[in-house]
């Protein structure tokens, strides 16, 4: 009875993580264009106090996870806060440096999400793979298969495609910032998160292996969210902070200064589903294999976009199709879920490119792209990062 139980609960577990990633992806571009539309940038919620808030929403989350793990153990929690966090200070200080990275990509995000429509913006993060691959390539010398350029090359062609097809939402002119958006402004923010979220995480790979190398005890993903969780929490503070202290000065003292002017329903669900949205992923890395998640992610791509259009009244051309079929194609590819018949393709391809005093042929490769090229490192460093998706 035990192992028919025990499997009922994975399987549960499985799909059940699968359907909640797949909703929050197809929801996370919904409610943040709702969010950021509904009234104008000056009555709008302080960009930096909806980050302040959904961070301090993540790291309540991950300290409830951490006490979970911990066997809902306080003296054990603390325990792992004191030996894990404040006796291993030089490990939580490094964590700081993604922390300011991934504040200023959320907040890249959110204003993006007021200038693009929803499913343009959808699409056009997935090019956070081609920054992750460039990122890998240059701080961690590491090299690409053939099927992996194909599908970089695919990716790309896909995106320009994308943002080509002159994409518009009938609904523009009844939205309340529809005078202040700017469609190469929200393109433009969103090509700037991808590359700050592929440094973050190679960084935070690259340090985790350093950790991993001097120090061979486990330290809790969990604690790890909380720790950049806090950092980022001191980094929105400071930032709305000095952002009320100018906005007081220009209205001599006037006005609702306070942290939560301007929260509106929207705003909150926005929080709520950014907060939870790193557990859902880290979930489905845990519980369900890489194909299904591929799957569900393009799936969820897919529901946006169908859903947006009747929500905002997004127009669906034939190329925006087409783009987006290159873009879902390709991330598969990348990630290994759909392959191709040809074993040449599945060669690496070493880019090398000869140092002053060196010869070409003497440079040898750091390593294989594994955690870029192979989806379950991806998920890996997914996972340690907890700030990726949205």
């Known amino acids: 009875m035990k192992p028919a139980s025990d499997g009922s609960k994975a399987l549960l577990l499985k799909y059940g993580s699968l359907v909640a990633f797949c909703l929050q992806n197809t929801m996370a571009p919904i409610v943040f264009r709702y969010a950021m539309t509904e009234t104008t940038e000056a009555e709008r919620a302080s960009t930096a106090a909806v980050l302040f808030v959904t961070e301090m929403g993540k790291c309540v989350l991950s300290f409830l996870l951490l006490t979970a ?44 999400s007021g200038n693009l429509p929803a499913a343009v913006w959808h699409v056009s993060y997935q090019g956070k793979i081609l920054a992750v691959a460039l990122m890998s390539m240059l701080l961690l010398g590491k090299t690409l298969k053939r099927l992996q350029w ?27 910032n ?4 700017n469609f190469m402004l929200g393109l433009s923010m969103v090509a700037a998160a991808c590359f700050c979220s592929a440094f973050a995480g190679v960084f935070t790979e690259k340090m985790f292996k350093q950790i991993g190398s001097e120090n061979q005890k486990k330290i809790s993903l969990w604690l790890q969210n909380c720790v950049l969780s806090v950092w980022s929490m001191l980094i929105a503070l400071a930032a709305f902070t000095l952002q009320q202290i100018q906005l007081s000065s220009a209205q001599d003292g006037s006005g609702d200064f306070s942290l939560l002017r301007g929260f509106t329903m929207k705003i909150w669900a926005l929080v709520a589903l950014n907060s939870v949205g790193g557990m859902l992923v880290a979930m489905a890395i845990k519980y369900a294999d890489n194909i299904l998640r591929g799957f569900s992610s393009a799936f969820a791509t897919v529901n946006g976009a169908l859903l947006s259009v009747h929500t905002f009244g997004f127009v669906i051309r ?6 987006m079929a ?20 599945n060669q690496d391809v070493r880019l090398c490119a000869s140092r002053i005093g060196e010869d070409a042929a003497s440079c040898k490769p750091k390593a294989t792209l594994s ?10 460093r997914e996972a340690k990062q907890m700030k990726e998706e949205v």
Do not use: W
């Open 178 to 181: 529809a005078a202040e958006q």
């Open 69 to 112: 793990e911990e066997g809902f153990s306080m003296p054990r929690v603390l325990r792992t806060l004191h030996e894990d966090a404040f006796q291993n200070r030089s490990n939580s200080l490094k964590l700081g440096v993604p922390a300011v990275i991934y504040a200023i990509q959320n907040a890249l995000l959110q204003v993006s």
């Open 326 to 345: 290159m873009v879902l194609a390709s991330a598969l590819m990348y990630g290994g879920v759909l392959k191709l018949p040809c074993e040449s393709l």
């Open 318 to 323: 034939p190329s925006f199709v087409l783009g």
């Open 150 to 176: 194909l599908s970089l090359f695919i990716m790309g062609a896909g995106i320009a495609t994308v943002e080509l097809s002159n994409a518009e939402e009938k609904n523009l002119d009844s939205m309340a």
């Open 371 to 380: 955690s870029v090229g192979n989806p379950q490192d991806d998920d890996l």
